[in-house]
């Protein structure tokens, strides 16, 4: 039976928990024994329960993700792995940054592998997470263009390796035949941190320049900005812009299947889960080109990647608004090319064979390049 240590942080929900939330039972699925170690374990029920049920061991500390004491933390989870942990993993996943899966390695058995799962922009990296690229044994980065990324700008060789976290987009519902939206009222979905880094002010701010006919913005999402954007729409008059708050993955469908198309202006990303989402239920995007947002467009004519300007933002949302309304975009033609690149199954066979077989896996990427 092959022994699976997964080296992360667990906040209450972000991308990072989903996808670890998947990967452990699906690890304990093909017959792995896993380990979570986490300095914060703060997870939302749904995925507490999900690991719980499928017999995913968790070593913690009674931190939670806001704790003000890191190093005494840090001090608690090195004391707690010695003690629980043993030294007979076959591989090391460490999940996003953090110099303490450099500290798991110790728990490796001989002849096995460490790997550090790379979340996150390519550009700008701290000391640690630096560490963490260069000390680690293998490296699977989010994306083609965040795997370049780090090769050329801080010169990670092989073993390095791209596969997207793995998400599951809830239930798909039937797609309305394609065709052209014509004159009436569009729903314009921003889905993600309402955080500085994402922007939603900005699309607050363009909605009464863009002149896209009737339509209407829908932000869903928790964060800082929360309060500011709600007070600042309420400032503007803006009936047709409504800030929703925090939403549940199991509402995502619903809120999905209302959306003519998303958009996301984000200044700093790695591969946003919720863009494969959007494409999972036909709905075309609008993103700019940071981290990996462009290999989400290789040959797909129905989402548009544009610069990090604001003008840009704004005719693309405009030349979007034009598409949609034209009939030129195909949910069903998106959908089939999710199918095929980053359904649950297509990502979960690859991350199997990463964990699982990962020299057999690692071998086959170089050579692939």
């Given at each position: 039976m092959k022994r699976?240590?997964?080296s ?6 972000g ?8 990967l ?15 300095q ?7 995925r ?16 939670d993700?806001?704790?003000?004491h890191?190093r ?5 989870a090195a ?11 076959d ?18 058995k ?26 680690m044994d ?7 263009t ?19 976290h ?11 035949p ?8 569009l ?21 009464p ?14 964060g ?5 954007l ?7 008059g ?12 199991d ?9 003519d198309f ?23 995007f ?12 290789v ?36 959908r089939e090319?999710?199918?095929r690149?980053?359904s649950?199954e ?24």
């Amino acid at each position: 039976m092959k022994r699976v240590l997964i080296s992360c942080n667990l906040a209450p929900s972000g991308g990072c928990e989903t996808h670890i939330a998947h990967l452990a039972p699906m690890l304990r699925r093909a017959g792995a024994e896993v380990t979570l170690i986490a300095q914060a374990y703060q997870l939302d029920e749904v995925r507490r329960t999900r690991l719980d049920e499928a017999g995913v061991r968790v070593v913690t500390t009674p931190f939670d993700w806001n704790s003000p004491h890191p190093r005494l933390r840090q001090l608690w989870a090195a004391v707690a792995a010695r003690v629980r942990l043993g030294r007979e993993y076959d591989t090391l996943l460490g999940v996003g940054a953090g110099g303490f899966h450099l500290f798991c390695k110790q728990f490796v058995k001989r002849g096995g592998l460490s790997i550090y799962n790379h979340v996150g922009a390519p550009v700008g990296l701290n000391r640690m997470q630096q560490w963490s690229l260069q000390k680690m044994d293998a490296v699977i980065a989010m994306s083609p263009t965040v795997a370049n990324a780090l090769r050329d700008t801080y010169g990670r060789g092989e073993p390095l390796a791209s596969l997207p976290h793995l998400t599951h987009p809830g239930q798909l519902h039937d797609l309305p035949p394609d065709g052209p939206a014509g004159d009436r009222e569009l729903r314009v979905g921003f889905f993600g941190g309402l955080v500085a880094g994402k922007r939603p002010d900005l699309l607050v701010r363009l909605w009464p320049t863009l002149e896209i006919g009737v339509a209407r913005l829908d932000l869903h999402g928790g964060g800082h900005l929360f309060e500011p954007l709600r007070a600042e729409v309420h400032r503007l008059g803006r009936s047709d812009v409504e800030v929703h708050g925090p939403y549940r993955h199991d509402a995502l469908s619903t809120l999905m299947h209302r959306s003519d198309f998303v958009v996301l202006p984000s200044l700093f990303e790695g591969l946003p889960q919720v863009l494969i989402e959007a494409m999972a239920h036909g709905v075309p995007f609008v993103a700019t080109d940071v981290g990996g947002v462009r290999d989400l467009a290789v040959d797909n004519p129905d989402v548009l990647v544009v610069g990090t300007g604001e003008s840009d933002v704004a005719e693309g949302v405009r030349e979007m608004a034009r598409r949609v309304r034209s009939g030129a975009v195909s949910r069903h033609r998106l959908r089939e090319l999710w199918r095929r690149r980053y359904s649950p199954e297509v990502v979960e066979a690859a991350w199997r064979a990463a964990l699982l077989s990962p020299e057999r896996f690692f071998d086959a990427c170089g050579r692939g390049r």
